[in-house]
């Protein structure tokens, strides 16, 4: 599979009122398609998150982003861009961040969360060093981190619940 340059190209879901960040590192090539987060029909995000907060599983955009914000939680991606082939992380070159202060300084952001350990490590990289707070690692819920059982998951997500 060739490497091409991608382009984020959601807008990140926050309001003033969100409390916790949640960052992937760039839409895989089926949440482009279905153009939102998390859009693979097995990535585990949009129920994990869901079945923590105790609420319905959102299935449309338009039930994530309501979902998301009545729970105070913020969703973006740390890359703006980068050369990646398919969805692996692991092939992410030359990475272009998004500027974090476009939800930080307007929203009342408690803890910042990972979606995973390259989100961590960019974040921690490029994003860190200017918004001066540490980023929190979780698990991935993307379908290629079948090593994860669903529960662990919730066990490892439920630590959102703290700064809500």
């Known amino acids: 599979m060739k490497s091409e340059y991608i382009t984020h190209n959601f807008a990140p879901v926050f309001d003033k009122h969100s ?7 760039m839409p895989s090539p089926k949440s482009r398609e279905t153009g939102f987060y998390y859009g693979h029909p097995r990535n585990r995000f949009w129920k ?3 079945d923590i907060c105790g609420t ?3 299935e449309t955009k338009e039930e994530k982003i309501a979902f998301a914000l009545s729970r105070h939680i913020a969703v973006w991606d740390v890359l703006a861009g980068c050369d990646i ?7 992410i070159r030359n ?3 998004n500027d974090m202060n476009v939800i930080l ?5 408690r803890a910042i969360f990972t979606t ?3 989100a961590y490590q960019l974040y921690q990289k490029y994003c860190a060093p200017q918004t001066g707070m540490e980023a929190i690692l979780l698990p991935s819920t993307s379908p290629a981190n079948c090593r994860i059982s669903y529960d662990e998951l919730k066990k490892s ?6 700064y809500l």
């Not at 409390?19 to 590192?25: A, D, Y």
């Not at 082939?85 to 092939?91: I, N, R, Y």
């Not at 300084?105 to 952001?109: G, K, L, Q, R």
């Not at 997500?157 to 703290?162: D, G, N, R, T, W």
Request: glycine share 10%; net charge positive.
């Open 48 to 50: 994990v998150v869901s």
């Open 56 to 58: 319905k599983l959102p």
């Open 105 to 109: 300084s307007c929203a009342d952001i």
């Open 116 to 118: 995973g350990t390259k």
């Open 157 to 162: 997500y439920s630590v959102i619940l703290k």
């Open 85 to 91: 082939c398919g969805a692996g992380d692991s092939t």
């Open 19 to 25: 409390h916790i960040l949640m960052l992937g590192t």
């Open 95 to 97: 990475p272009s961040v």
